[in-house]
Nanobody, 123 residues
Framework: QLQLVQSGGGLVQPGGSLRLSCVVS????????IGWFRQAPGKEREPVSC????????FHSDSAKGRFTISRDNAKNTVYLQMNSLKPEDTAVYYC????????????????WGQGTRVTVSS
């Protein structure tokens, strides 16, 4: 059973930074593309950043471009989302998710989901 366990959320001031982590277990992470999604209050869950299994392809939403960086360390079974220059509009519950198809993640679908972690950007 593929499991994804997240950490790294919290409260940060506008302009600050956070790094989210997602540890994957149960199966070889090499076989999965990984994505980060977020759901803000009153809004639908949306893909933020995605990375292919070989790290050759990445996706960032328009909001995330230039501020967020997704990376993966397959040897450590861990995926990271580095978030810089955070804005109040980034406040949301963030989820990591996995799917064998990178294009599925970019389209908003995933086979497995993490438990979510809250990110609050406020002064």
């Amino acid at each position: 059973q593929l499991q994804l366990v997240q950490s790294g959320g919290g409260l940060v001031q506008p302009g600050g930074s956070l790094r989210l982590s997602c540890v994957v277990s149960g199966f070889n992470m090499d076989n999965y593309a990984i994505g980060w999604f977020r759901q803000a209050p009153g809004k639908e869950r949306e893909p933020v950043s995605c990375i292919s299994r070989d790290s050759l392809d990445t996706f960032h939403s328009d909001s995330a471009k230039g501020r967020f960086t997704i990376s993966r360390d397959n040897a450590k079974n861990t995926v990271y989302l580095q978030m810089n220059s955070l804005k109040p509009e980034d406040t949301a519950v963030y989820y990591c998710a996995a799917d064998r198809q990178y294009r599925a993640l970019v389209a908003g679908a995933a086979s497995s989901w993490g438990q979510g972690t809250r990110v609050t950007v406020s002064s």
